[in-house]
């Protein structure tokens, strides 16, 4: 049976352009679903696939992201290790709830929620522990935080980052570019867990996804070293930016678009 793509050539490059772009973004601030989702929807995937796909390369870009924040000693997992099991097993629920779970009511305070992280950012300022800082990390919270984040990004999933950001920072001694990397890594947790039930369903379009998941993990890649160079001075704005958009995005899809 001779091999066929469910999208033509010229629209495989086009998801590939907006899944860089996307990684990109996904590594410094979060968000990057909010382009790859939408854009895997014009291109006339099945919802069902949808999801499952953009677990797929989301994946790839949240691994070269947190990989190369712990290349450069800014996350370290053996002081995250309950928020690591918490994430794991909060996805994996989430993401088998996900069907069945009444979505509307999180999806209409998701703007919200994701406005509040922006403003805290904006006017509450940000640690200014130095980057090689090596204060304890509590353990206190983390299996509650861990596992709440993961089992939202199992079920939904947009702003999942910029929760991680800014709860890391209320709960634990760390800067933005740290708790940057906190982020990028549980979304990686949480993004493999979530993605293995897909797989196990059958919702993943693999060559659409691996695609797409190659050109997200070139953008995070060169997102995470932004990052990092840059420092809280360059994510900071980006943060703001990027939260800004997704609560206008969040609004205009839950709260005014016409079904």
């Not at 099991?85 to 703007?111: D, R, S």
Request: glycine share 12%; hydrophobic share 50%.
């Amino acid at each position: 049976m001779p091999f066929e793509l469910s999208v033509d050539l010229t629209t495989l490059a086009i998801l590939a352009a907006v899944a860089f772009i996307a990684g990109f973004i996904d590594a410094i601030a979060g968000g990057g679903g909010l382009l790859t989702t939408p854009a895997l929807l014009t291109a006339g995937m099945p919802p069902h696939l949808v999801l499952g796909t953009n677990k797929l390369s989301s994946t790839f870009g949240s691994a070269t992201a947190g990989f190369t924040f712990y290349r450069r000693k800014l996350f370290h997992p053996r002081q995250w290790v309950h928020a690591i099991v918490g994430t794991l097993i909060g996805a994996l629920a989430g993401a088998v709830v996900a069907h069945y779970l009444p979505a509307e009511w999180l999806n209409k305070m998701l703007p919200v929620i994701v406005f509040g992280c922006g403003l805290y950012l904006l006017f509450g300022g940000t640690p200014k522990a130095p980057l090689d800082n090596d204060a304890p990390i509590k353990k206190k919270w983390q299996s509650t935080q861990g596992f709440g984040l993961g089992f939202y990004d199992g079920v939904a999933g947009p702003g999942t980052g910029a929760f991680w950001t800014v709860s890391t920072m209320l709960l634990h001694p760390i800067d933005l570019v740290k708790a940057s990397g906190v982020a990028r890594s549980m979304n990686f947790v949480s993004n493999a867990a979530a993605l293995s039930v897909f797989i196990f369903n059958g919702s993943v379009d693999w060559v659409v996804g691996l695609c797409m998941g190659v050109s997200v993990m070139c953008g995070a890649f060169f997102g995470a070293r932004s990052a990092i160079s840059g420092g809280a001075k360059f994510i900071r704005p980006v943060f703001i930016t990027v939260v800004l958009g997704l609560t206008v995005r969040l609004a205009w899809q839950h709260w005014f678009s016409v079904a």
